[in-house]
């Protein structure tokens, strides 16, 4: 028997995400971000289910030129960005043979392509730091590096631009127009597609639309807002009962549905103590569900006690610290549960928004933190 722990992949949730960036901003060009694994949610899957024929990407976006031969090779036609370039020049031949593009952010690789001459010219992004301060050309020098990529003979033509946006996820923060400016302004008098919005960016700031946008966090079913849930106690997760719908008051549905069962049902006094640490005394005689899923699994190690969890499709909260394999959650409203009763720890019914603030971390870093012993179950249509 198949350990409990599982993460069922909704492809059809996956492609109405990629609708709803079509219809957020319409008319524009797409690269989706699957770098990391697809967030958690397997990269080769995520490319095939956005290269169908119903809900094509018209780009995809990873971090490495690994990712990229990796796509290339599961039989991936779509064009594919490296979003951090190239590191040596050793990696060109293999950006020719794999027919890939690149960001060109520092001077570094300038000098690189500038040295090597290359047989076919390579589709070129090239990056200007608005605001970020972390990848990117300083505004005064974004002319000359353009100029440099032009004289370039292995530079396809038209070279494109882009930056990235620090604080989109906050819908009140002036920064974006700032950014905003102060792109428009390095750029002026240079021609190329533009790119800048990400998932915050297309939701939220119509203005950052442009040419291409890079969706990454939607595409999963997840709100790219840091008030995507509203929680009365965040920091103890005691009123969990009042959480805000995350993703779906945008119409994304979330693709990750992290599933368990209960392995444990026992009955406690008030005064026993629950887990590592003793750390958790039951307040009063309560039913205690064991559920097979720990930080080995991915789940949170650090979830606050009250973290909701849906057993039988209803909530009940966390007790006790998460182990490595088990959690343990208070059943005392559900008198009637029995071992091997299914349980959900995040995705449908249960926004992983939520579950990430009761952890103290966001929702990016549990879907790409789902370990490789948790089974995948796919749902929706394939393109294999």
């Known amino acids: 028997m198949a350990r409990a722990a599982a993460a069922l992949i ?8 990629l609708r709803r960036v079509r219809e957020a901003a319409p008319g524009r060009h797409v690269m989706a971000i ?47 960005t490296l979003l951090e370039g190239f590191f040596e020049a050793q ?52 002319q000359d590096a353009w100029r440099r990529l032009k004289a370039c003979r292995w530079v396809a033509n038209p070279i494109r631009l882009m930056t990235h946006l620090a604080s989109a996820d906050d819908r ?35 203005q950052t ?25 965040v920091q103890g997760c005691t009123n969990a009962a009042g959480a805000g719908c995350a993703g779906a008051a945008d119409d994304l549905k979330p693709v990750m549905t992290l599933t368990s069962k209960l392995i444990s049902v026992n009955h406690f ?14 307040p009063q005689d309560i039913p205690v569900g064991v559920v097979a899923i720990g930080y080995g699994d991915g789940y949170p190690r650090h979830a606050a006690p009250g973290t909701p969890v849906l057993v039988n499709g209803k909530r009940v909260p966390l007790i006790g610290r998460v182990s490595m394999d088990m959690v ?13 009763d299914p349980v959900t720890l995040w995705g449908q019914g249960l926004p992983v928004e939520e579950v990430a603030r009761c952890a103290s971390t966001i929702p990016y870093q549990l879907l790409c933190g789902v370990t490789q012993r948790v089974r995948i179950i796919e749902s929706g249509e394939r393109y294999d």
């Open 10 to 17: 909704d492809l059809d949730a996956l492609r109405h995400n």
């Open 34 to 80: 699957i770098k990391a694994n697809g967030y958690g949610h397997g990269m080769v899957r995520v490319a095939r289910a956005l290269a169908s024929a119903d809900a094509s990407a018209d780009a995809f976006g990873v971090a490495s030129i690994d990712e990229a031969i990796v796509l290339r090779e599961a039989g991936i036609e779509t064009p594919i």
């Open 91 to 142: 990696e060109l031949a293999l950006i020719q043979r794999y027919r890939l593009g690149v960001v060109i952010h520092h001077a570094a690789q300038l000098d690189i392509l500038e040295a090597h001459p290359l047989s076919t010219p390579i589709p070129t992004w090239l990056k200007i730091d608005s605001g970020m301060h972390r990848l990117g050309f300083a505004p005064a020098k974004a």
């Open 172 to 206: 009140h923060s002036s920064q974006t127009l700032r950014q905003l400016e102060c792109f428009s302004a390095a750029i002026a008098g240079i021609e190329g597609e533009r790119g800048i919005a990400n998932s915050a960016g297309i939701l939220g700031w119509p």
């Open 209 to 233: 639309h442009a040419d291409w946008v890079r969706p990454g966090i939607m595409l999963y079913g997840v709100s790219p807002f840091i008030d995507g849930v509203a929680m009365d106690d």
């Open 269 to 282: 006094k008030k005064g026993d103590a629950i887990g590592y640490a003793a750390s958790w005394v039951c």
């Open 328 to 340: 343990t959650v208070d059943l005392s409203s559900q008198p009637s549960a029995q071992i091997g």
